[in-house]
């Protein structure tokens, strides 16, 4: 009787093993759609587009734009200097004075148009940071094969590649398919209601709807996915809303010899706790699984495996992805406690003790599901929770099947080899909130190689873009412009 369930375990298990390796073998690449009219890379000097860049850099065009508007005209102005030719060839209108929006007119007017856009807004930098720059941020020095300062990356460096690539087609006299739309928002970085939303509003006001649009959001990722040796283009296809709760305890005051077994302060401890015990529901499931399953074919063996037999590792595979903050704010709405207050004086009990909680809303979660799931975790009817103002949804979801998306991932392929192509999800916020609006598919990428020691520079110090990599962009974004 033992020696049979041996047997039959035995059985099971060589079974098993044959399933798990017929599902790897046959785990191959997804073929992603190839554009018909993808044309080969041009040769790029990138020491033109440098200096231009550079001098971009010098314009501190720090959001608010109303603090700076001079520095923000002066950029206007570069942009029309450095590319006569494809100022030529484009209407353009100063949308609320700031955000330029250009049109280049198609050969075929029955086609939607298509927009290529970025900010010229920038966050703040300290010049002189002593633990930081090792070139200032607002110098514009050309060193070591990078420019450096504010902006290069985010995302001025992606604006000027867009434009030097349509000044060398103008130049060549060009004229796109499509009707190209180009908007350089000046409000990104706090909130595009100026900029990108006044666009869409201009637009609509025309009626014009657009096919598809691209944005930053996010590059090609080299060494960023671990186990993972090929570089990742990853168009994100989606971006997470964003909403953030006052949780506000109240509770008797009074004197901190006489205190209650619980005070404020106390009793909101607890419930951001729950908070933080109890993750959001997540997984791989929607544009989550999307990311992944493109990602899985790419690995070796063992990711390979487990990825190629979800139906077994899924579990296994949710957890390890979940562990880490890269992956799981991928997976799932998270959830950022970031302020704290109680009572101002040390002996004194507070009557109320506020906690200030950031959530970043995943496309499967709504703004009313998030606030539902805050207050059946929390559970405490003496912990009130406040919504404050500016609270949006997720984006919708864009088509990783259509013709655009397909003419983006053979572009890539085109300038940057063999790069593994897939759909993801911007976990922060960019001008495509808005766009959506307006555009049939929002995709959001810039034509960077963007490695680990990038992270901090974004928003960070030594912000920097390699001139490799802005002559990459400007061949990646003219074929984007041939083939749309
Ligand atoms: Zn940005």
Do not use: C
């Amino acid at each position: 009787m033992i020696r049979r369930i041996g047997i039959g375990l035995g059985g099971a298990l060589l079974a098993l093993g044959v399933v798990l390796a017929v599902n790897t073998l046959r785990y191959a690449p997804e073929a992603v759609a190839t554009a018909a009219r993808v044309s080969t890379p041009t040769a790029v000097d990138g020491t033109r587009l440098a200096a231009q860049l550079a001098e971009a850099v010098r314009l501190r065009t720090v959001a608010p734009a109303e603090r700076n508007r001079a520095e923000f005209e002066a950029f206007i102005a570069l942009l029309e200097r450095s590319f006569p030719r494809a100022n030529e060839v484009m209407e353009r209108e100063l949308i609320n004075g700031l955000t330029p929006l250009y049109r280049w007119q198609g050969r075929n007017p029955d086609l939607a148009p298509v927009l290529l856009t970025g900010h010229y807004d920038v966050v703040p930098a300290w010049d002189a940071d002593p633990a930081g720059w090792e070139h200032p941020p607002f110098a514009g020095e050309i060193a070591d094969g990078f420019v450096w300062g504010r902006g290069t990356l985010d995302d001025k460096g992606a604006i000027l590649a867009m434009m030097a690539a349509a000044e060398g087609l103008a130049a060549e006299g060009f004229q796109p398919e499509r009707t190209l739309y180009f908007s350089f928002g000046h409000d990104e970085e706090t909130g595009g209601r100026m900029g990108a939303a006044a666009v869409v509003a201009h637009l609509q006001a025309q009626g014009v709807r657009l096919a598809w649009s691209l944005d930053e959001g996010s590059m090609v990722l080299r060494g960023m996915v671990p186990g993972l040796k090929q570089d990742v283009a990853s168009i994100n296809v989606a971006e997470k809303g964003y909403m953030t709760v006052d949780l506000v305890a109240s509770a008797a005051g009074g004197h901190s010899s006489l205190p209650p077994r619980e005070t404020a302060v106390g009793i909101l401890a607890a419930g951001i706790a729950k908070l933080q015990e109890k993750p959001f529901p997540g997984g791989l499931t929607d544009v989550s699984a999307d990311f992944f399953d493109g990602l899985g074919p790419h690995f070796g063996f063992p990711e390979k495996l487990v990825f190629a037999n979800q139906w077994l590792f899924r579990p296994v595979l949710e957890s390890q992805l979940g562990g880490s903050e890269g992956t799981d704010a991928m997976l799932r709405t998270t959830v950022a406690p970031t302020m704290l207050a109680g009572s101002d004086t040390e002996n004194v009990l507070p009557q109320e003790a506020v906690a200030t909680v950031n959530f970043r809303i995943h496309p499967r979660d709504t703004v009313e599901s998030v606030l539902a799931y805050v207050q059946a975790v929390v559970d405490d009817p003496r912990i009130e929770i406040r919504p404050r103002e500016g609270a949006r949804g997720a984006s919708t979801v864009s088509s990783a099947q259509s013709e655009a998306f397909g003419l983006l991932s053979a572009s890539f392929r085109a300038v940057f080899g063999d790069v593994a192509v897939v759909p993801g999800l911007t976990v922060a916020a960019t001008d495509s909130a808005h766009y959506q609006a307006v555009a049939e598919d929002s995709y959001r990428i810039n034509p960077f190689v963007f490695e680990p020691h990038d992270l901090p520079r974004i928003h960070g110090v030594n912000e920097r873009v390699s001139l490799e990599n802005l002559e990459k962009a400007v061949q990646f974004y003219r074929i984007v412009m041939e083939g749309a």
